[in-house]
């Protein structure tokens, strides 16, 4: 089993950068694919991207790709999210997530999520 606390959240203007750090806990954390989910007001919980348990190899939604980067260091338990040139439409509490499966759906632990804002 895995805890995860995302946090480096907060208000950014638009085409600022964000960077977002989820921190887990226990040894397995490196047996795990991890990936960033996000949810606005009104929506549906919606994919962002998603790291494999070596950090080989990524996924991201098409609507963050060459503008977010994902990113694990194992080491410290820790996976990155790195959100450049932010839009108000990026705007929502993104959920740090961990499953065993590279996949934009099944993942089995969650964090508690930290919130993004982006001004017009």
């Known amino acids: 089993q895995v805890q995860l606390v995302e946090s480096g959240g907060g208000m950014v203007q638009a085409g600022g950068s964000l960077r977002l750090s989820c921190a887990a806990s226990?040894?397995?954390?490196?047996?795990?694919?991890t990936g960033w989910f996000r949810q606005a007001p009104g929506k549906e919980r919606e994919f962002v991207a998603a790291?494999?348990?070596?950090?080989?190899?990524?996924d991201y939604a098409d609507s963050v790709k060459g503008r977010f980067t994902i990113s694990r260091d194992n080491a410290k338990f820790t996976v990155y999210l790195q959100m450049n040139n932010l839009k108000p439409e990026n705007t929502a509490v993104y959920y740090c997530?961990?499953?065993?499966?590279?996949?934009?759906?099944?993942?089995?632990?969650w964090g508690q999520g930290t919130q993004v804002t982006v001004s017009s």
């Open positions: 997530a961990a499953g065993p499966l590279m996949c934009r759906r099944y993942y089995n632990y």
């Open positions: 226990g040894r397995s954390f490196s047996s795990y694919v």
């Open positions: 790291i494999s348990r070596t950090g080989g190899s990524m």
